[in-house]
């Protein structure tokens, strides 16, 4: 018999009992959906953490910043002396050979005012000039700041989209005065907007916009507004092949010549931890997923076992017949065996389909309880339903074995003589 001829068979018995076969393969359904569906919204939020970690300028970095107390068992012990400061990056740029930039920063809150009296409290951040293309911000509208800027401390200043929008909702800020308080009591410092930057959106770590800031040269926000020449932050980018505790100790190693042999009161922080915290996390998911699909598999693939043996007991007669008439014992076995597999391959398919409706519609429900982000994206992967379906065609040819084994070996006197 020939291989078109056996998968037609199996098909039209499919066909003819379409109820119970529903049922039966509701399990592998069921699996399969759960499976794709959890794993096409896992691989969207991985999709939105890659993302996320692009616009702050990519996993190769981790941060420095100031302790200002040292604790001991969850209690304050005493106030640290020591504070980065801009040498203290200009050093770890030029002795640490696998660290490609230093970026100090200043962040605080501040008040800002325009001309028109719009006042709005946002985020100030002083940064140097090679702030944008190391963050992989670009420019909207003018210019980031200058080499020059930084070094005369001129006071101009960089918008982000959204808080021009707010400050200047009528006409273009370039070149409009904005005038910059720390804190209450103190005087406005005046700074000429010089340039507006592209959208990036929210952070999905918080709910603040990242284009909610306005940034202004580090010298002018040390010198003019703030005050004070220590630097509370700095974010170091090293080379991609390099070990990320080999570069982070190198960096400390500068910072303990500079400041008396002593790094405690540099805390630090990576992205790559972070990453992996995920992956363990991450891990714990897929086990939890496999337990669960492979229990809805276990119960589907029984039902389908269940009715192969009905179908086989149902059909005794005909394969009697079958024999008679010269059908090989092979021939047999492919029949039942093929039907036993068309029964999870058609679970399957049902099932990506389903997975893919079933993670639409948890990610339009994730939007609305958690607004973080205006769309999450769902993200099924080729390799994933390639596992199912050679997952589900296993699962037929091991389910159906048995039954396709007992439907071969019926004598084929007997079988004509067997009442269905």
């Not at 200043?157 to 910059?180: H, M, N, W, Y």
């Not at 179908?311 to 492919?334: C, H």
Request: aromatic fraction near 10%; include cysteine.
């Amino acid at each position: 018999m020939k291989i078109n001829d056996i998968i037609k068979i199996g098909i039209l018995s499919i066909s003819q009992n379409r109820l119970c076969a529903g049922l039966s393969i509701l399990g592998i359904l069921i699996g399969i959906a759960s499976v794709l569906g959890i794993i096409g919204l896992r691989d969207g939020a991985k999709k939105l953490i890659a993302d996320d970690i692009d616009k702050l300028g990519g996993a190769h970095q981790f941060k420095f910043t100031t302790r200002a107390w040292i604790t001991k068992n969850g209690r304050i012990i005493r106030r640290t002396r020591e504070r980065l400061n801009i040498e203290d990056a200009l050093a770890i740029e030029r002795e640490c050979p696998n660290v490609l930039c230093v970026l100090p920063k200043v962040e605080t809150r501040a008040t800002f005012k325009t001309y028109r009296a719009n006042v709005l409290g946002s985020t100030l951040k002083g940064v140097t000039s090679v702030y944008a293309n190391w963050m992989r911000w670009k420019v909207q509208e003018g210019r980031f700041f200058s080499e020059f800027d930084i070094f005369h401390a001129t006071q101009v200043c960089v918008l982000g989209s959204e808080i021009a929008k707010r400050l200047f909702p009528d006409t273009s800020p370039l070149g409009r005065e904005l005038r910059i308080r720390y804190y209450t009591d103190a005087a406005f410092i005046r700074c000429r907007v010089v340039g507006v930057m592209v959208p990036r959106g929210r952070n999905i770590r918080g709910e603040y916009w990242l284009d909610d800031s306005v940034c202004v040269p580090l010298s002018t926000v040390q010198k003019r507004i703030l005050g004070y020449k220590h630097v509370p932050q700095m974010t170091i980018f090293f080379k991609q092949n390099a070990d990320i505790d080999e570069v982070i100790e190198s960096a400390l190693v500068v910072i303990r010549k500079r400041h008396r042999n002593t790094d405690e009161f540099v805390n630090y922080w990576t992205v790559k931890w972070t990453l992996k915290r995920l992956e363990h996390f991450e891990t714990v998911m897929k086990i939890g997923l496999v337990s669960i699909a492979s229990f809805s598999m276990l119960v589907g693939s029984i039902g389908i076992m269940n009715m192969c043996l009905v179908s086989v007991g149902e059909k005794t007669r005909e394969i009697g017949l079958r024999k008679s008439v010269g059908a090989k014992r092979i021939d047999i076995f492919y029949q039942f065996l093929t039907e036993s597999i068309c029964l999870f391959f058609c679970g399957t398919l049902l099932g990506i389909a389903g997975g893919w409706f079933a993670a639409h519609g948890m990610a339009r429900i994730a939007v609305r309880i958690v607004p973080i982000v205006p769309e999450w994206p769902v993200v099924l992967s080729l390799h994933w339903i390639l596992i199912s379906v050679l997952f589900s065609i296993f699962m037929g040819i091991a389910f159906g074995v048995y039954p396709a084994i007992r439907a071969a070996r019926l004598s084929p006197i007997d079988a004509l003589r067997a009442e269905n």
